[in-house]
């Protein structure tokens, strides 16, 4: 493949391909006055990942999971519309449903980018902070799997949990930057796609990889990154 730019695309999974679905959730917000629309449920993730990542920032934590997720939950039932006096409410029962499992809802629009990718011949991995679970995850939605499938064939699926080593620890792409080696891919030539500044943009950078911030309502514009709004412009 001819590019002016990358080799290989490397790419988290949450908030990339899979978000927390916002079907389950939406029953939750609901009671608490929120509107519970699917679009609205997604795009509160996102404002939820600011929010988490502004909070690592201000604590020098390093990484965003050191912590319990509070800043993400807040900022998502604002986002959700939850009237203020609702709010704290709100998040404590959001709390309650919050799992590695609950990151299943597939974002199709990204499906369809990453699709476009491999069809162009673009070497293509994941990387992923998880619990054990995003490899499955991923298959069982139809997204993405190793090898053949029914979703988008990838080279690799990194989940935290299963190598020992999370994000923005360098080492978690070790075994994704090893593979592209073998195919003559210098890691240089590889751009690395994810939704948090603090872990993906950090751990990116780490690695010597070049990242890029999936951002797609400009809740991140202050960051000094590249960013963009949809996978498709990866194209």
């Given at each position: 493949?001819?590019?002016?730019?990358?080799?290989?695309?490397?790419?988290?999974?949450?908030?990339?391909?899979?978000?927390?679905?916002?079907?389950?959730?939406?029953?939750?917000?609901?009671?608490?006055?929120?509107?519970?629309?699917?679009?609205?449920?997604?795009?509160?993730?996102?404002?939820?990942?600011?929010?988490?990542?502004?909070?690592?920032?201000?604590?020098?934590?390093?990484?965003?999971?050191?912590?319990?997720?509070?800043?993400?939950?807040?900022?998502?039932?604002?986002?959700?519309?939850?009237?203020?006096?609702?709010?704290?409410?709100?998040?404590?029962?959001?709390?309650?449903?919050?799992?590695?499992?609950?990151?299943?809802?597939?974002?199709?629009?990204?499906?369809?980018?990453?699709?476009?990718?491999?069809?162009?011949?673009?070497?293509?991995?994941?990387?992923?902070?998880?619990?054990?679970?995003i490899e499955q995850t991923l298959v069982s939605q139809c997204v993405a799997q190793v090898g053949e499938g029914a979703g988008v064939p990838v080279l690799i699926v990194t989940d935290s949990h299963v190598v020992g080593v999370a994000k923005p620890d360098p080492k978690i792409f070790d075994n994704a930057i090893a593979l592209l080696a073998t195919m003559g891919v210098n890691k240089d030539r590889v751009a690395y796609v994810g939704d948090s500044y603090v872990n993906d943009v950090g751990g990116a950078r780490n690695a010597g990889l070049t990242p890029i911030l999936l951002d797609p309502y400009d809740d991140q514009a202050h960051q000094d990154c590249e960013r963009i709004k949809s996978l498709h412009e990866l194209i």
């Amino acid at each position: 493949m001819n590019s002016s730019r990358f080799d290989a695309i490397l790419f988290d999974a949450g908030g990339i391909f899979v978000v927390p679905d916002p079907v389950t959730i939406g029953t939750v917000v609901r009671k608490f006055g929120g509107a519970g629309l699917v679009e609205q449920l997604i795009r509160a993730h996102y404002a939820g990942m600011a929010s988490l990542d502004e909070f690592a920032t201000r604590q020098a934590s390093g990484s965003i999971d050191v912590f319990s997720w509070e800043p993400y939950r807040d900022a998502y039932v604002v986002a959700a519309g939850v009237p203020d006096a609702q709010r704290e409410a709100a998040a404590v029962a959001l709390r309650e449903y919050f799992s590695p499992f609950l990151w299943r809802f597939p974002l199709l629009n990204s499906v369809a980018a990453l699709w476009r990718l491999h069809l162009k011949g673009m070497p293509i991995g994941i990387v992923s902070n998880a619990s054990g679970q995003i490899e499955q995850t991923l298959v069982s939605q139809c997204v993405a799997q190793v090898g053949e499938g029914a979703g988008v064939p990838v080279l690799i699926v990194t989940d935290s949990h299963v190598v020992g080593v999370a994000k923005p620890d360098p080492k978690i792409f070790d075994n994704a930057i090893a593979l592209l080696a073998t195919m003559g891919v210098n890691k240089d030539r590889v751009a690395y796609v994810g939704d948090s500044y603090v872990n993906d943009v950090g751990g990116a950078r780490n690695a010597g990889l070049t990242p890029i911030l999936l951002d797609p309502y400009d809740d991140q514009a202050h960051q000094d990154c590249e960013r963009i709004k949809s996978l498709h412009e990866l194209i």
